[in-house]
């Protein structure tokens, strides 16, 4: 899969996409990630992406013109994109839209900065905007990240144990049970007995009602109906 993130801080995102898990996707050929510059498409000597906004009203606002430039160069080049604006204003981002993701052939991913874009980039081209949370970055660079880690790391081939990604939290709409590792005991804390046992049906049993516990006591929303969530978001 080819991954283009466009951002005016390509420097920044560099040393990430190298390392672990989008390092490993890489070498491995299950993904292509490649950092594309906004100014490199900007239309004067100044290299010009962003202006005062009309109306007034504090900050700077992203040009169209970089933005589509930059979008329709790619696509003559590489073919039609799955766009995704990172925006506050998005979807919500699940593990089940990783998963929907995943089946793409092409993901550009646009990251915001200042005020925000102009709205006729959103009018003009088709975007599926996408939110990693309700808080307010300087930028989409982190959520980018977060989107393509989020994609890479359930490619075939990419973790070391398949089942890593297929038994974790969020992927039955709750959480993970506990993880324990040696020492056996720590600080008088004791891994408790059934994982020491053996005995497997007894193990699945005990961390599908972990997971049920930790999902009740920590994120309780994870049980809710789509349709509850959303309105339990609106009242927030």
Same mark, same amino acid.
């Given at each position: $899969?080819?991954?283009?993130?466009?951002?005016?801080?390509?420097?920044?995102?560099?040393?990430?996409?190298?390392?672990?898990? &989008?390092?490993?996707?890489?070498?491995?050929?299950?993904?292509?990630?490649?950092?594309?510059?906004?100014?490199?498409?900007?239309?004067?000597?100044?290299?010009?992406?962003?202006?005062?906004?009309?109306?007034?009203?504090?900050? $700077?606002? !992203?040009?169209?013109?970089?933005?589509?430039?930059?979008?329709?160069? &790619?696509?003559?080049?590489?073919?039609?994109?799955?766009?995704? !604006?990172?925006?506050?204003?998005?979807?919500?981002?699940?593990?089940?839209?990783?998963?929907? &993701?995943?089946?793409?052939?092409?993901?550009?991913?646009?990251?915001g900065r200042y005020e925000g874009f102009d709205e006729r980039i959103r009018q003009e081209l088709e975007w599926d905007d996408i939110s990693i949370g309700d808080f307010v970055l300087s930028g989409g660079e982190l959520p980018a990240l977060c989107v393509t880690e989020a994609v890479c790391r359930l490619m075939p081939g990419v973790l070391g144990d398949e089942r890593s990604a297929e038994v974790e939290s969020f992927e039955a709409d709750g959480l993970d049970h506990p993880h324990y590792t040696r020492p056996r005991v720590w600080r008088?804390?004791?891994?408790?007995?059934? &994982?020491?046992?053996?005995?497997?049906?007894k193990i699945d049993a005990w961390r599908a009602n972990r997971r049920t516990e930790r999902t009740l006591e920590r994120r309780p929303d994870l049980t809710q109906t789509p349709e509850t969530r959303t309105e339990t978001r609106q009242k927030d």
């Open positions: $899969m080819l991954f283009c993130i466009l951002t005016l801080f390509p420097e920044a995102l560099e040393p990430y996409i190298g390392t672990s898990i &989008l390092g490993i996707a890489q070498a491995k050929g299950a993904a292509e990630i490649r950092l594309v510059d906004i100014r490199d498409f900007t239309r004067n000597r100044h290299r010009t992406v962003d202006d005062r906004p009309f109306g007034g009203g504090p900050g $700077m606002v !992203l040009k169209p013109e970089p933005i589509f430039d930059c979008v329709e160069w &790619l696509e003559r080049r590489f073919g039609t994109f799955h766009k995704i !604006l990172l925006t506050p204003d998005g979807t919500p981002f699940r593990q089940g839209k990783a998963r929907s &993701l995943v089946e793409k052939d092409r993901l550009l991913l646009c990251c008088g804390r004791e891994v408790p007995d059934v &994982l020491i046992g053996g005995d497997h049906k």
